[in-house]
């Protein structure tokens, strides 16, 4: 006997609700995307209107993914009548999901206007970090107000919507539906909600970051994809062993090893311990390279100092008045770049010249971290030179203090050593001001028989961006969102013209060797190649005595932050042993136009080889894209895949990741041996 008719219509009813509930979900998500995409529109550029029609095409499929995985639940509740029953319960749950969802997409507003690129591992990241700190950060520095009230807005819309699906499929009166038409409908539904899940119909893996980038504009391809499924990758990253995501190659071992020794060794270097250590060597400079005067080296980190705004490096709006004078009296290098997006990643690529590494991109706070390195405090320490870190905020941020005491630094001046500051935010410490003026007391009193090496590293061009509130210089406009930042960076840049004000008054100043760089760029208008190159563009200056006069004004020349030891220790004169992932920049043949390996923050596994004009980008899965750059005065990028010497470039980055990452791992990083 055909069961009655009402059991079919509660049975229609669950599973229409189902369905609703995953459509609602839908629009829900390309609202979010609709608002990522307005609230970042300065990232549209010339980009055509198709390229976003296809980025939303994509997303749905992304959307669905997620959609139909918050849906399980309601729809492995065929197995039972009393589950299918307990609406109240599925609308609580939808609208929970929904609203945890909704948060995310909130939050990503912002999180991609800072960093470019969907929730990732980064969320992670900075909840480790110290809460007081990051808590203020996002207070002082995002419209947290402004985003809750949306989020319970929305929470309560969201609740709204469901309450009135649940009212439209809902039977009138409590039915019991048979077993077997039950079970025929899951049957039916799980094979649709697995394609849905799996996003494609192709045999393999399922639908991946990779399917989203079918289109010329980076930012219509972040588009496409989902926040939410971007974090819960980032999350499952989170609870394996980090090693596991390290770079694999099939490339030989051996063959890695000469490829990149071919890459690092220059005529003046010899192979030292060459069995265990991949590119240990003895560097002695040739003798007209050395600056016989430069006695101390003052390296000079400042905090997202992007090369596109620099007016040395091409920019007219006035932004960085102060640096552009200094530029005029040092060596300027216009195609220099950082190896990663976030501080740390500076800091360890100037200091310890080891490159940023898939997997390893909070190496300061790994095990690896506490590995010898032959970076500036060891090799300048064991030369018996004083030393000085000066720092406006805490070091226990990023574990400083604990990375640069176990690599040989001994001397810190931070946020809690500055009495009566000019000011002092609640986030991240004191001024710039505060910081470049307590430098300049401190490195006079170093003992003037013994040279010295010091780090002053500021930190005001940061988030929230918390400035004096009586500026000395005008604040910039004309720039929309980025007017804080970019009156931040001139507020910094004057900052260091104070600096030098008075350092060139101190009897050191004659005899110093100053190393200017930003520790990375940031998000601006557009994206410059999909690596994004404004946001590794930073300027380095070399600014002492002798270094125009022996090696010009600029140099075209490519380098990244891993180049400033083996440069510096390129003028001090004395040969030296090391294994430095850089080059000295100012010892090259001719013809080298400089390389590079650059890679983003984040579980982002995309890497990048810069080689005089050309940079390939290696997203992990994919084929490598290769394009012509130019930065400067006016940017732009052009791809040429059909370039021969793409296959070669490839080749170069596998093997210099590969080899890198091996090193770390066994521990034979050192300028001498781990035993």
């Given amino acids: 006997m055909p069961p009655p008719v009402s059991s079919r219509s509660a049975l229609r009813g669950h599973l229409a609700f189902t369905v609703l509930g995953a459509l609602a979900l839908l629009l829900m998500f390309s609202l979010l995307r609709v608002a990522l995409l307005v609230y970042n529109h300065e990232q549209i550029g010339p980009a055509p209107v198709e390229n976003f029609l296809e980025a939303f095409a994509n997303g749905v499929r992304f959307d669905l993914r997620i959609a139909t995985i918050t849906c399980l639940p309601l729809l492995f509740a065929l197995l039972a009548n009393g589950a299918m029953a307990a609406r109240k319960k599925m609308r609580l749950w939808l609208t929970a999901a929904a609203s945890f969802m909704l948060f995310l997409g ?220 200094l530029a005029k009296e040092g060596l300027l290098f216009t195609r220099h770049f950082s190896n990663g997006t976030h501080t740390h990643q500076g800091m360890f690529a100037t200091m310890a010249c080891f490159p940023n590494l898939p997997a390893f991109e909070y190496l300061m706070q790994m095990p690896e971290g506490g590995h010898a390195f032959s970076g500036l405090p060891q ?161 380095l200056l070399l600014l002492g005595p002798g270094v125009r006069e022996r090696f010009g004004a600029t140099r075209d020349t490519v380098g990244t932050q891993v180049d400033i030891v083996p440069t510096i220790m390129g003028r001090l004169g004395a040969p030296v042993r090391h294994q430095c992932w850089g080059r000295d920049l100012l010892a090259l043949p001719p013809d080298d136009p400089g390389f590079g390996v650059i890679k983003p923050s984040g579980s982002d596994q995309t890497v990048a080889l810069i080689r005089g004009d050309r940079i390939l980008v290696q997203p992990k899965g994919l084929e490598a894209r290769l394009y012509r750059y130019q930065t400067g005065a006016n940017p732009q990028s052009q791809r040429i895949d059909d370039d021969p010497e793409k296959e070669a470039l490839g080749k170069k980055l596998d093997a210099f990741l590969k080899t890198a990452t091996q090193s770390l791992l066994e521990n034979s990083t050192g300028a001498a041996s781990a035993e």
Wanted: glycine fraction near 8%; proline fraction near 7%.
């Fill in 106 to 325: 909130l939050v990503e507003l912002d999180f991609y206007r800072e960093f470019h690129q969907r929730l990732n591992s980064l969320v992670f990241q900075y909840i480790r970090e110290d809460p007081k700190t990051v808590l203020s950060m996002l207070w002082y520095g995002f419209p947290v107000l402004r985003y809750l009230l949306a989020w319970a807005a929305g929470t309560w819309l969201l609740a709204a919507l469901f309450r009135r699906i649940d009212r439209a499929t809902r039977p009138s009166l409590p039915v019991s539906v048979p077993a077997s038409r039950r079970w025929l409908a899951l049957l039916l539904c799980v094979p649709l909600a697995a394609l849905a899940i799996r996003g494609t119909l192709r045999h393999g893996p399922p639908l991946r970051w990779g399917d989203a980038f079918t289109t010329e504009s980076m930012f219509a391809n972040h588009l496409g994809l989902n926040g939410v499924l971007t974090l819960l990758t980032a999350a499952k990253e989170q609870f394996s062993d980090h090693r596991d995501n390290a770079w694999n190659s099939a490339l030989p071992q051996d063959e890695a090893r000469r490829i990149t020794r071919e890459l690092l060794l220059t005529p003046h270097d010899r192979l030292a311990d060459a069995e265990r250590a991949a590119v240990r060597r003895d560097y002695t400079p040739p003798a007209a390279s050395v600056l016989p005067e430069v006695r101390n080296v003052v390296v000079i980190l400042m905090e997202s100092f992007a090369g596109r705004y620099v007016g040395a490096l091409g920019n007219g709006d006035g932004i960085t008045p102060y640096f552009d004078a």
């Fill in 379 to 539: 090799l300048l320490s064991a030369r018996g030179y004083n030393d000085l870190y000066v720092y406006n905020g805490d070091f226990t941020w990023d574990n400083q203090s604990g990375f640069f005491s176990n690599q040989g630094m001994t001397t810190f001046i931070g946020r809690g050593d500055y009495t009566n500051p000019a000011f002092s935010d609640p986030t991240w410490g004191v001024s710039d001001q505060d910081m470049f003026g307590r430098a300049a007391e401190e490195l006079p009193r170093l003992n003037p028989d013994t040279p010295f090496y010091a780090l002053l590293q500021t930190l005001s061009n940061h988030t929230p961006y918390a400035l004096p509130e009586k500026l000395p210089v005008a604040p910039v406009t004309g720039h929309g969102p980025l007017d804080q930042h970019l009156t931040a960076m001139r507020y910094s840049d004057w900052a260091l013209g104070q600096f030098f004000e008075k350092a060139r008054k101190a009897p050191y100043f004659s005899n110093t060797l100053f190393v200017i760089v930003g520790d990375h760029g940031f998000g601006s208008t557009g994206q410059l190649t999909e690596m994004d190159l404004y946001r590794f563009n930073v300027p």
